[in-house]
Nanobody, 122 residues
């Protein structure tokens, strides 16, 4: 398994949750790991991305200022700290191996984790 996502759950609006993505060494060498989310009937959308070598970060406009992506290179784990959660953040979250840079495009991902469900109650 190349990527494994953990940490989803049920949280009240305004609360916080941290997702983790454990990445195999081979996949870690893809140089960028992204977080995406998907809701029923909608396309998978990019949430955030981080470079595994340069640490460069990017965020979707909808989560900027509320979500923080980080990386522990020793553990080969990418985290997504989610604060001030809103009901619109309810989705299944996936981590993915980007094609060498933060493309932000689901169609370009090399591999996907299994997804973890985040439910925000209002």
């Amino acid at each position: 398994v190349q990527l494994q996502a953990y940490g989803g759950g049920l949280v009240q609006a305004g609360g916080s949750l941290t997702l983790s993505c454990v990445v195999s060494e081979f996949t870690f060498n893809s140089k960028a790991i992204g977080w995406f989310r998907e809701t029923p009937g909608n396309e998978r959308e990019a949430v955030s991305c981080i470079g595994t070598t340069d640490g460069e970060k990017s965020y979707a406009t909808s989560v900027k200022g509320r979500f923080t992506i980080s990386i522990d290179t020793a553990k080969k784990t990418v985290y997504l700290q989610m604060n001030a959660l809103e009901s619109e953040d309810t989705a299944r979250y996936y981590c993915a191996a980007e094609p060498g840079w933060c493309s932000g495009k689901a169609s370009m991902q090399r591999a996907w984790g299994q997804g973890t469900l985040v439910t925000v109650s209002s």
